[in-house]
Every structure is written in structure tokens, then in C-alpha cells.
């Protein structure tokens, strides 16, 4: 898998268009367990539709910094 800009050891982002990403633990090869979640560029702002802790809560972020902190102490 080729690791998008904003991917790091624990957190890999696929494109799935130019405005969104899926989420994933890269710390899982396959499974549930590696979606973490949806996030989207909404004009500079970012929108997390979480999958995991809670499926379905959405969140907003400012930078996308914002957002990948988010998910960082999300997963741990």
C-alpha cells in the first residue's frame, strides 16, 4: 500500500477521492479492526466520521494536523 501524505507508523491514510481518505490503523494487516475511520477536506476544514471507538460520531478539526492528533490518541 502506498502511504498518503499524513501517513505514519500508526495511522495510514488511503485516498479515496481528492477530498477523502480512509482512516486505518496501520498497525493491523486486515480486518475490522484496521478501519478506524473517514475523514474529509471540507475547504480546509476536516471532518472525522469516527468507525471505531464509537461508530458513527463525527467530529470537526481545523488543520489536518488537528485531525491526525485526533486519531493518534484515539488508537493509542
Known sequence: M?????????VDLTPLSETMWRVCDG???DGDLRIIGYLQDLDGVYEMMW???RL????TYGSLEDAL?????AIG
Open 51 to 53: 468507525m471505531r471507538p
Open 27 to 29: 498497525r493491523f494487516e
Open 56 to 59: 458513527g460520531v463525527v467530529r
Open 2 to 10: 502506498l502511504r498518503a501524505a499524513g501517513s505514519t507508523e500508526k
Open 69 to 73: 492528533r485526533a486519531i493518534h490518541e
